[in-house]
Structure formats: structure tokens, C-alpha cells
């Protein structure tokens, strides 16, 4: 079973900018469908941004505009690029594989969590 490990969480203030990186274990990451999500505290875990196997890409509307998905699928990692980040922003951070569904939000994850990276958003 593939295996994530976030990386590149931080403490940051409002309108910074941060790059989360998501590397998987195994081989063939470049067939998976892949998610970043997030989590508060005393919250659901929510879905903030896809990209699939053929390169479709869909964002949450709380990100559009500030965050980008991309994927090196030679390094086997996936990476959410944080721009004008907001207190709101302030998470526990992981990724995974997901299967693309017609309800919203869009996808449900597949495999097991990692660890996560903590994002603090905060002056």
C-alpha cells in the first residue's frame, strides 16, 4: 500500500506563502488520482485541491485563486504551492490517493493518512 510523507508546514504570517510537499512510497505514483486536504481542530477533514492521473486540476472555493496543485510524478511527490495564506488556512495539511466521484466534494480519498504537516497562519 502506497505511503505519504508530508512535509513543509510552518508557522507564517497572514498573507505569506508556503509549499507543502507530499512524497510517496511504491511505484506507478503516476496512475494515481492525488488530494491535498486539510484538517482544523475540531473539524472535519476537508478536500482543498485535486489533481488527477491525466492532469485535471479542482480547487475548494476557500483556495481558488491562492493555491495551486502540481505533481512531479519522476519524484514520486506532490506539492500544493500556498499564496496570500489566511489565519483560516491554519491546519493540519495531507495527502492522498482519491477517486474521483460525481457528488460533491468531488473525491474520497483511498489510502491511509501520514503524519500530515502542521500550517499555522497567525501575526
Known amino acids: 500500500q502506497v505511503q505519504f510523507v508530508e512535509s513543509g508546514g510552518a508557522l507564517v504570517h497572514p498573507g505569506g506563502s508556503l509549499r507543502l510537499s507530499c512524497t510517496a512510497s511504491g511505484n506507478a505514483f503516476n496512475i494515481y488520482s492525488m488530494g491535498w486536504y486539510r484538517q482544523a481542530p475540531e473539524t472535519q477533514r476537508e478536500l482543498v485541491a485535486t489533481i488527477h492521473s491525466g492532469g485535471m486540476i479542482k480547487y475548494a472555493d476557500s483556495v481558488k485563486g491562492r493555491f495551486t496543485i502540481s505533481r512531479d510524478n519522476a519524484k514520486n511527490t506532490l506539492y500544493l504551492q500556498m499564496d496570500n495564506l489566511k489565519p483560516e488556512d491554519t491546519a493540519v495539511y495531507y495527502c492522498?490517493?482519491?477517486?474521483?466521484?460525481?457528488?460533491?466534494?468531488?473525491?474520497?480519498?483511498?489510502?491511509?493518512w501520514g503524519q500530515g504537516t502542521q500550517v499555522t497562519v497567525s501575526s
Open positions: 492522498n490517493t482519491i477517486m474521483v466521484v460525481p457528488a460533491a466534494p468531488g473525491a474520497v480519498p483511498l489510502g491511509s
